[in-house]
């Protein structure tokens, strides 16, 4: 019975937010199925710094709700509390709807809600292929450096360049094709070596307005400012 009053206030609580909020408000809200007990942190970085936003303590349910005045879509991460399980999201205005386990809070966690997130998603999973190919590269080097096979070593280390600039004018494509989304300038930041300013460039002029006025769209910007002048001096 108590469960089931619990539950009921919850899906209340949650209605009544979604049905009275305002456009620059982000609700989270979701299930870890097997958490009885404990604290969920709301985060974002504000000036390079982890800053809490919103926090909830659950007692006797999974389901949770939280909150965060967003001004435009950036990454934020759900801490649960007194462990080292965080799932890290990109954030936008609206609804963002989180499911996950307790045992495998951070590597299970489906997420739906924003464009950005199902990007980014997309883009880690072809991530992911070139770095498993990388690690077969790896393997093959190791074997030849043990068999002494000089022209194997040669021919896997040309292979591997050939990869990462692979990857990277993957990246960079990327982040051209989604000049809308504000994912293209956090690819672009996070993704790409300083050394590659030209790529950086590219990415940023092919940025819409409204990306080039946002969070990430601000910071490739004055990063790529930095950099030019720190190349001249």
């Given at each position: 019975?108590?469960?089931?009053?619990i539950?009921?206030?919850?899906a209340?609580?949650?209605?009544?937010?979604?049905?009275?909020?305002?456009?620059n408000?982000?609700?989270?809200?979701?299930?870890?199925?097997g958490?009885?007990?404990?604290?969920?942190?709301?985060?974002?970085?504000?000036d390079?710094?982890?800053v809490?936003?919103?926090?909830?303590?659950?007692?006797?349910?999974?389901?949770?709700?939280?909150?965060?005045k967003?001004?435009?879509p950036?990454?934020?991460?759900?801490?649960?509390?007194?462990?080292?399980?965080?799932?890290?999201?990109?954030?936008?205005?609206?609804?963002?709807?989180?499911?996950?386990?307790?045992?495998?809070?951070?590597?299970?966690?489906k997420?739906?809600?924003?464009?950005?997130?199902?990007?980014?998603?997309?883009?880690?999973?072809?991530?992911?292929?070139?770095?498993?190919?990388?690690?077969?590269?790896?393997?093959?080097?190791?074997?030849?450096?043990i068999?002494?096979?000089?022209?194997?070593?040669?021919?896997?280390g040309?292979?591997?360049?050939r990869?990462?600039?692979?990857?990277?004018?993957y990246?960079?494509?990327?982040?051209?094709?989604?000049?809308?989304?504000?994912?293209?300038?956090?690819?672009?930041?996070?993704?790409?070596?300083?050394?590659?300013?030209q790529?950086?460039d590219?990415?940023?002029?092919?940025?819409?307005?409204?990306?080039?006025?946002?969070k990430?769209?601000?910071?490739?910007?004055?990063?790529?400012?930095?950099?030019?002048?720190?190349k001249?001096?």
């Amino acid at each position: 019975m108590m469960k089931k009053i619990i539950f009921l206030a919850f899906a209340f609580l949650v209605f009544y937010s979604c049905n009275n909020s305002d456009e620059n408000t982000m609700y989270v809200k979701g299930t870890i199925d097997g958490l009885k007990k404990g604290t969920l942190f709301l985060q974002k970085e504000i000036d390079s710094l982890l800053v809490t936003v919103d926090s909830i303590q659950l007692n006797g349910t999974s389901d949770f709700l939280l909150t965060a005045k967003i001004e435009s879509p950036e990454i934020y991460y759900l801490n649960l509390g007194k462990s080292d399980k965080t799932i890290t999201f990109f954030g936008e205005k609206d609804t963002i709807n989180i499911h996950t386990k307790l045992d495998q809070f951070d590597f299970k966690a489906k997420i739906s809600g924003s464009e950005n997130q199902d990007l980014l998603d997309g883009y880690t999973e072809m991530i992911r292929k070139f770095n498993n190919k990388n690690l077969d590269f790896i393997k093959e080097d190791l074997e030849a450096q043990i068999s002494g096979s000089q022209d194997s070593i040669i021919l896997i280390g040309n292979k591997q360049k050939r990869l990462l600039r692979t990857k990277y004018l993957y990246t960079v494509n990327f982040a051209i094709n989604n000049a809308s989304y504000e994912v293209a300038p956090y690819i672009a930041l996070t993704e790409i070596n300083v050394a590659n300013i030209q790529f950086l460039d590219t990415i940023n002029k092919s940025l819409t307005p409204e990306i080039k006025a946002s969070k990430y769209g601000k910071q490739l910007n004055e990063a790529i400012i930095k950099l030019k002048e720190n190349k001249i001096n």
